[in-house]
């Protein structure tokens, strides 16, 4: 029998705010079954630290995402179980020699989650100051899908320019804006629903939220489980 060949996602975790969002794609896709490559920037690292209080390590990065990923939105442990993580790798920030950084590495595409100003501007001008904007530049020009969670408000004049940009070379800009029409309870139902919208955007299936079904009032019903839990 043929093995499959691995496919991954690769998913970049900028310096911005919202590393709930990054956790809550990386559950829904390993719920999936997806292969998953791991590209954490230093700057988040910091912010890592800061809304979770776990820092991430390159020699214990195992030990680290699998903490990561159990904790809510709200920062509490063991609100999630644990997920397999035998089908992910993690690649160092700077490692420019990492697999992903070819176009001859095999990919499905990129989430960047959060995105940063700094990681959009440097993607939109085709930098490649670390191994996160070197993938993303090479996702781009294998013509894979790119999805840019962007959390930043207000944006600038200059950001809106470089969104554009992305936007014209084919990547899907979708800000970190959750709604409210899915009934959400907890901080961890606008969390799912924006993960829930990354997924969309990378045709991943999942049940992070309720679509809506053109029934006014229908936020107000029973949901079921989550699916990422």
Known sequence: MTERKRTPWVVGVSGASGTPYAAAVLRGLLAAGESVDLVVSRASRLTLLDETGIAFRDAHWRDDLGEWLQRGADGKPGTFARPALDDVRYWGAGDLAAG????????????????????????????????L?????????ERRRLVVAVRETPLSGQTLRALVALDEAGA???PASPAFYAGAT??????????GRVLDAAGVPHRLYRRW???????????EANGGD
């Open 100 to 131: 992903p950084s070819s176009g001859s590495y095999p990919a499905r595409g990129m989430l960047i989650v959060p995105a940063s100003t700094a990681c959009v501007a440097g993607v939109a001008l085709g930098l490649s100051k670390d191994l």
């Open 133 to 141: 904007q070197r993938v993303a530049s090479v996702t781009l020009k």
């Open 172 to 174: 899907v800009v979708l």
């Open 186 to 195: 907890h901080i961890q139902d606008l969390v799912d629903f924006v993960a």
């Open 213 to 223: 079904e053109g029934e006014l009032g229908g936020s107000r019903a029973p949901r």
